[in-house]
């Protein structure tokens, strides 16, 4: 494992304290343009609270998009029920279902917004599976800050956004930006900055995250936000 990925772990809480959570849940507003693209404004006016487990990719969101249902992800399916427990949509093999400059339904919603979420609430500590390969490349000059930069390449089992991703992290460790391609949107690329990081728990998480278009020259458009996450009140669950 890269030096850089055992001090960003340190700088983040810990891999001991990591270790004893099994849950990570908290308030999300969602936002940005690219909600409103694919036909789901309506998230970015619905807070939800999150909650993900640490061992395995799995989220859900409650309320979700309606103050009686809630959405489910899982790699292979996703689901959208009532709080009564009905069923109401369902998805099996949701990365397929996807079609460039389509709508998405609320299933393919919450497919996208669970593995998301997913991603970002588990980074750096992910990153310790021996599947992952870590790369250490060119680093990123961001104002007067110098940011070191790693390349990502996941495996193919594992669902995000695509399968090589770049993380930058400042001289503290902490991670201030992630970029990526949006696979199941076109392969529209993201620069996504990370703001504000406080302990819950003894943990540090970004508490603000925007994410902006990004040009050939590695640069955002920081004119537009194409998708917004505003985080707090985090409850971590220790395993049992």
Not at 62 to 83: K, W, Y
Not at 145 to 160: D, L, M
Not at 217 to 238: C, E, R, W, Y
């Amino acid at each position: 494992m890269l030096d850089l990925i055992r001090s960003s772990i340190d700088a983040h809480g810990g891999l001991e304290r990591w270790n004893d959570i099994s849950q990570i849940s908290a308030d999300l507003v969602p936002g940005g343009l690219a909600l409103q693209q694919r036909g789901q404004a309506a998230f970015a006016k619905s807070p939800t609270r999150v909650t993900i487990e640490t061992q395995r990719q799995h989220a859900v969101f409650s309320p979700f998009l309606s103050p009686d249902q809630t959405g489910i992800f899982e790699p292979h399916r996703t689901a959208v029920a009532s709080t009564a427990g009905q069923l109401l949509e369902e998805l099996h093999d949701p990365r397929g279902s996807f079609e460039p400059d389509h709508p998405w339904s609320a299933a393919q919603l919450a497919y996208f917004a669970g593995y998301a979420l997913w991603t970002y609430l588990t980074l750096p500590f992910s990153l310790l599976s021996g599947d992952i390969r870590l790369e250490e490349i060119s680093p990123w000059n961001e104002g007067d800050e110098t940011w070191r930069a790693v390349k990502v390449t996941f495996p193919q089992s594992y669902v995000t956004h695509s399968s090589e991703q770049v993380l930058y992290f400042d001289a503290n460790g902490l991670i201030r930006r992630h970029d990526y391609s949006v696979d199941i949107a076109g392969g529209g690329t993201a620069a996504h900055y990370l703001y504000d990081h406080q302990p819950f728990g003894g943990i540090i998480f970004p508490t603000r995250r925007r994410i902006y278009a990004r040009g050939a020259d590695q640069k955002p458009n920081k004119h537009i936000v194409l998708m917004a996450a505003d985080l707090s009140g985090f409850a971590l669950s220790t395993a049992s």
